[in-house]
């Protein structure tokens, strides 16, 4: 294993103080705690919105902590969701009274961690909210099983309802939106190599040279199934011909997202969204806003995201307000 | 009978031989999972030792209550939850009791895996720590009822758990990450049914050394 770190039990706590030092206009940490909530929290009178997850997804989630996106960002180890007493503290410390929504991805430990924490603040009056994202198509969806896997899309949850929060709505009102986001975007990704986590020390599967791993999780899990590597356009075209088999998006305007992994370089991200715009463009599908670079990442994989969300009157207009943030500015 | 000293060795026992499975129970994480299971568990039982030092005086339902706390804040991930959730359970079975009857412990094994039911929401069958778990119990139940000695029927028990986990490479993941390689992750021995069955194993082999 080959990393920039000290030790591979520090790397949270190390990255976190140093996001601190780079960013304490934004963010502050609670202390004893990985958690990041905005340097003026808690905000009176305003819904507050706190997500989290394992850490190896930088920017998410403590990169969207300020005006406009997430009160608090709750940091477990690497890849491995954060414990209910940690999201807890979040809570407790970015109430402004009128309420908290978690916003969660869809994985067994986060989703139990999360309820965990929920039941703790519901313990001491505090009301709370959850949504749980689910926009990756690679995986099927059934009753019987976890369902889909939370990736990319969460962020356009937490750019939408954050600024719904921001607005004044109230935390139904700012639910229901997240809710909505949540129904409207669809994901798929892909990777040419594997990542290593620090305390594992070897990566989490083999890639031989001429292979990719299409459908993967954001957390090395192995994707839904592995082939010969093609070039960018055909890759793309299988991960946009998924997302909109999935919903209904003849006609509509949307925004769209090209996430990198964490290590591919910007050039391959926009050689990706050629393909993507030009894919929409011939369906009819209007691209509203486009985002492109690391917003939900995994560690040093190589590979990206196609995340695409439908948009109606009222999530553009949240989805163009202001937002201020170590890793997201729009003014 | 299970005295309260016999349980803080038992609770040294799963300590060590957790400590010394991280890499395994990592690696077989790593084939159809995201790869901490090891790291996680470790990193939990580590943490718990301080906190049941400092209760070691108390009642056994204290002393599970404990390493449940311990393992809710140190874990993460799915088994943290999971695994507090069942010593929790297992606390309030024995809550202000110095010892642990046979009874007792066909109880633990029950409320533990009805927390985990209801926690997880997962059934038999879905590849997970219930597959080691539940066979257990049922042979746990079985020989108590038939009247025998407990390290006998935990004996039966830890083989039942054993067979569990080697059902486990039979089945498709329903739950937990290994759910999203779909019939992939068949032929792969589950990592959570390996640690429950590792603890019962431990537990089997401190009854067996101290009898």
């Not at chain 1, 962020?155 to 809710?179: P, R």
């Not at chain 1, 989490?204 to 957390?219: D, V």
Request: aromatic share 4%; net charge negative; charged share 25%.
């Amino acid at each position: 294993m080959k990393k920039l770190i000290n030790n591979p039990e520090f790397v949270v706590e190390e990255m976190l103080e140093g996001v601190v030092k780079a960013h304490p206009k934004y963010v502050r940490k609670l202390e004893g705690f990985n958690v990041l909530v905005r340097t003026n929290s808690p905000v009176q009178g305003k819904v507050a919105l706190v997500s989290g997850g394992g850490s190896g997804h930088e920017p998410s989630h403590g990169g969207f902590v300020g005006k406009g996106m997430l009160d608090g960002a709750v940091a477990g180890a690497v890849f491995t969701s954060p414990t209910p007493d940690q999201v807890f503290e979040a809570v407790k410390a970015v109430n402004g009274g009128a309420g908290v929504l978690l916003v969660v991805k869809n994985y067994t430990g986060d989703i139990m961690n999360f309820e965990m924490a929920a039941e703790m603040a519901a313990m001491e009056d505090i009301q709370v909210a959850s949504v749980v994202v689910n926009d990756d198509v690679a995986v099927e969806n059934s009753t019987w099983t976890t369902g889909r896997r939370g990736i990319a899309g969460t962020v356009f949850v937490h750019k939408i309802a954050g600024a719904a929060a921001e607005a004044g709505k109230s935390l139904e009102e700012v639910k229901a939106v997240a809710e909505k986001v949540i129904a409207n975007v669809r994901s798929m990704g892909m990777s040419l190599t594997p990542c290593t986590v620090p305390a594992a020390g070897k990566p989490s599967f083999e890639l031989a040279e001429n292979e990719m791993e299409m459908g993967l999780g954001i957390h090395g899990e192995p994707g839904t199934f592995r082939d010969v590597i093609k070039p960018a356009d055909e890759i793309v075209e299988h991960l946009v011909d998924k997302i909109l088999a999935d919903i209904d998006y003849n006609g509509s305007e949307v925004a769209v997202m090209i996430n990198g992994l964490g290590g591919t370089p910007l050039m391959e991200l926009y050689i990706m969204n050629r393909k993507v715009s030009s894919m929409l463009e011939e369906k009819g599908i209007k691209v509203y806003k486009t985002l492109v670079g690391n917003y939900m990442t995994s560690l040093e994989m190589a590979g990206g995201s196609v995340s695409i969300l439908k948009l109606d009157d009222e999530l553009k207009e949240l989805l163009d307000a202001t937002a201020d943030t170590p890793a997201f500015v729009q003014l | 009978m299970i005295h309260r000293d016999l349980l803080l060795k038992m609770i040294e026992e799963i300590t060590m031989v957790i400590g010394a499975n991280k890499q395994y129970l990592t690696d077989l994480d790593q084939t159809i999972g995201d790869g901490d299971h090891g790291i996680n568990m470790d990193r939990g039982f580590r943490a718990i030792k301080d906190k049941v030092e400092a209760v070691k005086d108390k009642d056994c339902g204290t002393i599970l209550k404990t390493v449940a706390m311990g393992l809710i804040s140190t874990v993460g991930g799915a088994s943290g939850p999971l695994y507090g959730t069942a010593f929790m359970k297992a606390g309030q079975v024995v809550a202000n009791k110095m010892e642990i009857t046979a009874e007792d412990a066909v109880k633990i094994l029950d409320e533990a895996i009805q927390g985990i039911i209801a926690r997880g929401k997962a059934a038999q069958g879905d590849k997970t720590m219930l597959d080691a778990l539940i066979p257990a119990y049922d042979a746990l139940k079985a020989a108590v009822e038939e009247g025998e000695p407990l390290t006998n029927a935990m004996g039966k028990a830890v083989e039942a758990a054993e067979g569990g986990v080697a059902y486990t490479k039979t089945i498709a993941a329903k739950k937990g990450r290994a759910n999203y390689l779909g019939d992939r992750s068949i032929g792969h021995q589950d990592p959570g049914a390996t640690s429950s069955y590792l603890m019962l194993k431990a537990i089997y082999d401190v009854l067996t050394r101290e009898a």
